[in-house]
């Protein structure tokens, strides 16, 4: 039984096709144990996005998240998505905290504010650009461009550290690229993967496999390198997740078959997916 770590529901700004209720029902009917709205919350958006889309916050009304997942939850165990759901099936409360180094105070502050089922951390935007906009990736070639987001996501995380639980899509800087460098490998980045992967195994934290990446952009589809998950094996990592990153219901568990399968390929034998902050382990 899978569970999907990182989705978005009606409360992120980019989440407008679905709700909570029916993320709920879509994983439901997928037969998924359970679903963590990890909706987004960025304190900082830059300029050049903010003149793209016309929107200057990213953030999310957490009490009232919170309120609808209990709402949901209440309609589930009551049956209203039938007595297997009743019995076997939960959401849980997350967030998708986006790290940037100027708000560290704000995010700080943030954590001690609200409680979570889980936490993904990840890098939406670096160095005052929106990837997705593409200026990011001027006057850098493919591996300064994905060596300097891994560096960025390392400090950030470091810095973060009690207050997440699973590093969110660490190759999330190849969806956007430019070059015809599509993945970001172990093998062109081995001293960085040693100290990311070290660090999320030392400490318990989750290496998300964020199944959204792997698709094709234009031209260009990432792949999952499987020598990073060889190595963070070899460093001791024990946890690994599966986040569909769904924006609308249809996405939600999105190719976990075939990623539990990799997973398990590679020697691993668990999946992990949080609740109140506590890692559960499932057997693939
Ligand atoms: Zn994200």
Avoid at 41 to 46: C, K
Avoid at 85 to 103: D, H, N, P
Avoid at 150 to 171: A, P, Q, R, S
Avoid at 222 to 246: A, K
Wanted: proline share 2%; net charge negative.
């Amino acid at each position: 039984m899978y569970f999907d770590t990182h989705n978005h529901s009606q409360f992120s700004f980019d989440g407008g096709k679905t709700t909570v209720e029916k993320s709920a029902a879509a994983a439901i009917e997928r037969g998924l144990g359970g679903v963590c709205f990890t909706d987004h919350y960025d304190f900082y958006v830059p300029e050049m996005k903010q003149e793209h889309e016309n929107r200057v916050r990213e953030e999310f009304d957490v009490p009232a998240q919170q309120a609808e997942i209990d709402r949901v939850n209440e309609l589930i165990a009551a049956g209203a998505f039938g007595k297997k759901a009743a019995k076997k099936f939960r959401l849980f409360k997350g967030v998708e905290i986006g790290l940037y180094e100027t708000c560290r105070e704000q995010i700080r502050r943030f954590f001690q504010e609200h409680s979570f089922d889980e936490v993904v951390a990840s890098v939406h935007y670096l160095d005052d650009t929106d990837p997705y906009w593409g200026s990011y990736y001027k006057g850098k070639n493919w591996k300064e461009a994905y060596g300097h987001y891994l560096e960025t996501l390392l400090k950030e995380m470091k810095w973060l550290n009690k207050d997440f639980d699973i590093m969110g899509h660490f190759d999330y800087i190849a969806r956007y690229a430019p070059y015809p460098k599509e993945s970001v490998l172990y093998r062109d980045f081995p001293g960085l993967f040693d100290e990311i992967l070290r660090f999320l195994a030392e400490n318990g934290k989750g290496f998300e496999i964020n199944t959204k990446t792997y698709q094709a952009y234009g031209l260009r589809t990432p792949e999952l390198d499987r020598n990073i998950l060889l190595r963070f094996m070899e460093l001791g990592g024990e946890v690994i997740t599966l986040g569909s990153d769904s924006h609308e219901s249809a996405h939600i568990g999105n190719k976990f078959e075939y990623f539990a399968q990799y997973v398990k390929s590679v020697g691993f034998r668990r999946l992990g997916h949080y609740e109140n902050r506590r890692l559960k382990m499932v057997t693939i």
